[in-house]
């Protein structure tokens, strides 16, 4: 793994994958919308925690990549969690225009849902005790 | 890659890791909170598209799990997206107690809040043009 300038104590905390990256989720702070998924290692975390702005790795380019630096569609951090068992974060940001690069507000947008099957809440069978 | 029952239309847009898998973001479809990030192929994809109730892949067991099924703590599918390059799903859920193993609703507690600089928004430069 790169050195990297990530506090020690939150970098023992940390599961990555073979490729010592993991996943990590834009949402927008006040609305609660996901906007995207990115990916991190320790340094991209390390810069997202000290500069107010996320910064991923881009595993196609391989190199870092700050939100916004080319779009202008900067992402300012608001807050940012681990998971439970430190394989994924949750940045919660306030994003200026759209996260998505085809133009969406979000990469999850609702023209890319799947046809699924919704049980409803009086369908619901009780749980088995 | 194993046989799956997903439609194959569906199947072609994805974007799958070497193990076959890509995360699922889950989150609580009326308040937006964010709940936990699983790993699905194909096949969790395809039954948590026609079951109704969320199942992912274990990466540390290596096997299916549809979430409840030994705490009772049911995720009910209310909707399902795709990101804009096909590497990631967004499952809107309803539910049922806490999603995490540890007792918390979310895995992303806030007890796991990492120390992030936050620029206040008078702060921001502007966007060089």
């Known amino acids: 793994m790169p050195q990297s300038g990530l506090d020690p ?4 905390q940390l599961r990555r994958d073979a490729h010592g990256l993991f996943p990590a989720v ?4 006040d609305t609660g919308e996901v906007l995207m998924v990115g990916w991190m290692d320790d340094e991209a975390l390390h810069r997202t925690l000290t500069t107010g702005r996320v ?7 391989q190199e ?4 916004g630096e080319t779009s202008g569609h ?6 940012v969690a ?5 394989d994924t974060v949750l940045v919660r940001v306030d994003q ?3 996260a998505c690069h085809t133009g969406t507000r979000s990469c999850f947008d609702e023209t890319r849902a799947l046809a699924a099957v919704v049980v409803p809440v009086d369908e619901r ?5």
Chains 1, 2 share one sequence.
Do not use: M, N
């Open 9 to 12: 104590a939150i970098a023992a």
């Open 125 to 129: 069978p009780a749980v088995a005790s």
């Open 74 to 79: 900067r992402q300012w951090v608001h807050s």
């Open 64 to 67: 870092y990549w700050t939100k």
């Open 82 to 86: 681990l998971d439970c068992d430190g």
């Open 26 to 29: 834009a949402q927008q702070w």
């Open 96 to 98: 200026e225009g759209p």
């Open 55 to 61: 910064t991923y790795f881009s595993r196609s380019r």
